[in-house]
């Protein structure tokens, strides 16, 4: 049953020709015949007016429920072929989230075997070093190759699970949305123009790259590198420009 009806401006003019009391009449016999009940008996221009409007109601509830008739057929009809959608994105998540989550045993076990290679690297490295030990250059060059065989391996590992959850269509989005809006950010701030609306959609996008993280069990740290050494992140050099002492001794 439709709830309301409409009362143009263009009737201010016939109401104001109207005293207060033939008004409040002409309004309860509205509101009377737009729910199916007897309206009182109008005369002069109280009468043409509560025809007009009411002759325009009926006109304007015809309409409505025309209109909610092909919304509900549109309904009807989308609804089926977005049952569907829905069903077949359900599944495709479903079989994306257990992807990742295999991903993701697996990256464990790609810790601990990065972990028996640096014990490997390292014999290997001191070994390096004793072969090395008159000769600085190439004792350098295998420091080198210590340290970017533990940083590459770390960061395969990272992009393997962000390249899992790019493949869902939730994370994807947000994700790209992130990268487009975060540079054209820095740049209106640089040219001290508004922000608000690109903050908007910056914090919309991350909010919808978090939900699917969690419906996906990723944390952020399952998208980041896994460095063996957390002081120097597998660099070789301690944010002080000094050498890290996780280098292998030759002993």
Do not use: W
């Not at 016939?14 to 509101?31: A, D, Q, T, Y």
């Amino acid at each position: 049953m439709k709830k309301a009806f409409l009362l143009y401006y263009d009737y201010f003019e016939l109401f104001s020709r109207l005293s207060p009391e033939e008004c409040g009449k002409v309004l309860m016999g509205l509101f009377a015949h737009v729910r199916g009940k007897r309206a009182p008996s109008f005369d002069g221009a109280a009468g043409m007016l509560f025809a007009m409007i009411s002759a325009q109601a009926d006109r304007d509830s015809k309409r409505y429920k025309e209109t909610c008739k092909q919304r509900a057929e549109a309904g009807r009809l989308g609804g089926i072929a977005s049952g569907k959608a829905r069903r077949a994105s359900h599944e495709a998540n479903e079989a994306n989230e257990a992807d990742i989550e295999k991903e993701i045993k697996k990256e464990k076990e790609i810790e601990k075997e990065i972990k028996r290679d640096t014990e490997r690297a390292s014999s290997a490295a001191a070994a390096a070093k004793r072969r090395a030990s008159a000769d600085p250059t190439e004792e350098r060059a295998a420091r080198e190759r210590f340290y970017s065989i533990r940083r590459q391996k770390a960061e395969d590992g990272a992009e393997r699970i962000h390249q899992k959850a790019m493949l869902d269509e939730e994370f994807a989005e947000a994700e790209r949305e992130i990268r487009r809006t975060e540079p054209a950010l820095a740049r209106a701030e640089v040219q001290g123009g508004d922000v608000s609306a690109l903050n908007k959609v910056l914090s919309a996008a991350r909010k919808r790259r978090t939900h699917a993280m969690l419906r996906l069990h990723l944390t952020e740290s399952d998208l980041k590198p896994k460095y063996a050494c957390k002081k120097c992140s597998d660099t070789g050099f301690l944010p002080t420009g000094r050498p890290c002492d996780c280098y292998p001794d030759d002993g």
